[in-house]
Every structure is written in structure tokens, then in C-alpha cells.
């Protein structure tokens, strides 16, 4: 088994796609990502080094069937953080939203998995600037960075890769891989 486990929540299946340009960027570090309505507590206690990926869907929400997708996401899901303890284990998060059409609630979902997870007593890291990015409002930002990677497909989509690949050299770093 590797040592990083990736986790993410859909509905189009661009966070999907992000969360697999991470684990190929991390190699043989990181297992294969899994969707996070197939996964079990057991299977993310597992991993001493966890990575969560989320879009943001509508105004500000987690994936999941009150959001109308097809299937359950992270919000059936984050209830079972309120009885994890993932205290001893790194967490890194990322998010995708679009800061033109959603200025108002960028990357919101972000900042909601962030609440949930950094009440298990893991430790954060991958923290990314706000430089680049132009909105309103986001749940997302901490001080002067957001809490996770931003990825925005939808108006900066020629970014995607160097933000990416800048990130993963970062967490590599911030987790001891």
C-alpha cells in the first residue's frame, strides 16, 4: 500500500480528473484515487497522509444528493468526521469553483470539508496563496492563503497544470515524502 491516500468527491468528474494529475504527479507515493461515496472510514484510516479533493457546487455547497447530483459525495459523507479521529495523520485538501460565475461563494465547499476535517486533529498543510485569483468572497481563505489548492477550470483552466504540479512539490515537502 502506498502512503497517500486520495479521496475526492464528484459530480461532473473534474475533480476526478484533478485528483488522478495528483496522483500521477505523486507516483508510487499515492494509491489510486477513490470517489468518496466508495469509500469507507477504515479505508481513510488506513493512510498516515490523506489528500481530499471537493468542488464547489451551486451557492457554496459540497457534492451530494441535496445538491442534485446523481449519486452521494461528501455531504452524506462528513458526517463520519464528527467521530474520526485522525489525530497523527497529514492532511492535504484541494478544490475547484469558478471565481467568475460564483464570486460570492468561491471555492465554499473547500472551506466546508476544511471545517470538518480540521476538527479530527490531523494536521494541515498545502495551504496556497490568493495571489491569481480575482472574486469576491470565499469560506475558503484562512488569514491570506485559501486552506487547500484552488483549481478554477471553468476561467483559468491554463493554469490547472502549474498550479498542480506546484502544489503536489509542496505537500511532497510539507508531509516529509
Not at 464528484?10 to 480528473?17: A, E, L, V
Not at 508510487?28 to 484515487?33: F, G, H, R, S, V
Not at 478554477?152 to 504540479?165: A, F, I, L, P
Request: aromatic fraction near 10%.
Amino acid at each position: 500500500m502506498a502512503q497517500v491516500g486520495i479521496f475526492f468527491g464528484t459530480d461532473t468528474g473534474s475533480t476526478r480528473k484533478i485528483a488522478k494529475q495528483i496522483q500521477k504527479q505523486l507516483g508510487d507515493l499515492a494509491d489510486k484515487p477513490k470517489n468518496i461515496n466508495r469509500t469507507t472510514v477504515e479505508e481513510i484510516l488506513a493512510y498516515d497522509f490523506l489528500i481530499f479533493g471537493t468542488p464547489t457546487l451551486g451557492e457554496g455547497k459540497l457534492p451530494g444528493l441535496a445538491c442534485d447530483c446523481e449519486d452521494e459525495s461528501w455531504d452524506e459523507f462528513v458526517p463520519n468526521f464528527n467521530e474520526m479521529d485522525l489525530s497523527g495523520k497529514t492532511v492535504a485538501l484541494f478544490g475547484l469553483g469558478d471565481q467568475v460565475g460564483y464570486a460570492n461563494e468561491f471555492v465554499d465547499g473547500l472551506g466546508e470539508l476544511y471545517d470538518y476535517v480540521a476538527n479530527t486533529g490531523a494536521a494541515m498543510v498545502g495551504f496556497w496563496p490568493l495571489e491569481g485569483y480575482d472574486f469576491v468572497s470565499s469560506n475558503a481563505v484562512d488569514g491570506d492563503e485559501f486552506v487547500g489548492l484552488v483549481i478554477d477550470k471553468d476561467n483559468q483552466s491554463s493554469m490547472t497544470d502549474q498550479r498542480v504540479s506546484g502544489w503536489v512539490e509542496q505537500i511532497k515537502a510539507e508531509m516529509g515524502l
